[in-house]
């Protein structure tokens, strides 16, 4: 059996006073004028899983305007062990609940034991040529559907280096400093090596995988951690690497108002593997089937290595892809064994899905059978 979403419940989500979809196993097709609500839909779908969701907007955001009622999110998962249910909504603090089978649980990565998701959205169409810190999140994404737990490090990371930069500017505590930048050290250590070892383990199924593919292969690496090329053998000299360069680096950080060297500043450096070619460099096109082909694989890889096969949630994908394309992608998403949900204006776009496919029109924050 493929483990599937079989029932989503929305509550004062957005553009969705509720709403309810019952599904089976086959994908899922959303289609839709611009503004009715289909991303919304995906969007509620990727906040049960650890992070912000496929927009990264905090929680107090996703309420719907005029609602007294607090956001929700519950789904129902099939798994081989039978049926898990599982919900996440609004805490009064801005965070957030999480329930599973009825019970609060201890943790945001607990959803992780039942699904995993990826997403593509028309705002990563730039990935490549774009900032590096939306390539570092995008990393990110890919790593925490690997290893759960990398997300909350990646927070907690990010919230102790705006202490760290706050202290340095007010001249604080010197020993609350130093534990501070002992505490980054640590929590730096791990993201660095979760990328890195994600990032060994997915370029190693790229090339078993070349003969295979339909979409052009990555190929993939970490710009380095340290400006000299420095590199530490163990995660205890990693760390202990961090805590003695921002230690050093006290003053010009001081002076910079953030902290210049750290995971925070790595770039995920892409290229595209059969024309040896930078992927910024790369026409539209080329970066569309390049990203496509990634995450494909980030897919497979995800299977194999955690034994669940990740939702993907593919937003306006099918517009910018010639026949061909639309027919290799979805004849890739059938190989996944995964349920996907796939959202356009033009249901003409998923004609080639035939009967593969569950089929929905949205309107202005309702749902209804195609």
């Known amino acids: 059996m493929i483990r599937h979403i079989s029932r989503l419940r929305l509550t004062a989500f ?13 994908h899922v097709v959303l289609t839709g004028a611009n503004g009715s609500g289909k991303t919304n839909l995906l969007e509620a779908v990727s906040v049960l899983s650890p992070g912000r969701g496929l927009r990264g907007a905090s929680f107090e955001t996703l309420q719907s305007h005029g609602s007294d009622t607090t956001w929700a999110v519950a789904a129902t998962i099939e798994t081989d062990a039978g049926p898990a249910d599982i919900g996440t909504g609004a805490l009064p603090d801005g965070g957030r609940r999480v329930r599973v089978n009825g019970a609060n649980a201890r943790s945001i990565e607990a959803m992780s034991d039942y699904l995993r998701v990826l997403w593509l959205t028309p705002s990563m169409d730039g990935l490549f040529s774009g900032p590096a810190g939306e390539r570092r999140r995008f990393l990110d994404r890919l790593v925490t559907t690997l290893i759960p737990s990398h997300s909350s490090a990646v927070s907690d990371y990010e919230k102790a280096m705006r202490q760290r930069n706050k202290l340095l500017e007010e001249g604080g505590d010197l020993r609350w400093l130093g534990a501070i930048e002992s505490q980054m050290a640590e ?22 995988s070349l003969e295979d593919s339909s979409f052009p292969a990555a190929q993939l690496s970490l710009t380095p951690l340290f400006g000299d090329g420095l590199e530490a053998r163990t995660s205890a000299d990693l ?11 006290r003053g010009l950080d001081r002076a910079a108002g953030r ?10 450096d892409v290229v595209h593997r059969q024309k040896r070619m930078p992927a910024a460099l790369g026409s539209t096109g080329e970066q569309k ?10 897919a497979r890889l995800v299977r194999i290595r955690t034994g669940i096969v990740p939702f993907l949630l593919l937003d306006e994908i099918a517009a910018h892809l010639d026949p061909d394309r639309r027919r290799a992608l979805f004849g890739a998403l059938d190989g996944l064994e995964t349920q ?14 035939e009967d593969r496919a569950q089929r929905f029109v949205v309107r202005d924050g309702r749902v209804g059978l195609d």
């Open 14 to 26: 957005r553009n969705y006073a509720s709403a309810a979809l019952d599904l089976d196993e086959r």
């Open 289 to 298: 089937a390049l990203l496509i082909g990634l995450i494909l694989a980030h």
């Open 187 to 208: 929590l730096g250590a791990s993201i660095h090596l979760n990328r890195a070892d994600s990032l060994s383990h997915l370029q190693a199924l790229i090339i078993e």
């Open 239 to 249: 760390e202990a690497l961090l805590a003695e360069r921002w230690h050093a680096g």
């Open 259 to 268: 902290t210049t060297s750290g995971p925070h500043r790595v770039d995920l």
């Open 340 to 353: 996907c949900f796939l959202t356009g204006t033009d249901p003409v776009l998923f004609e080639a899905l």
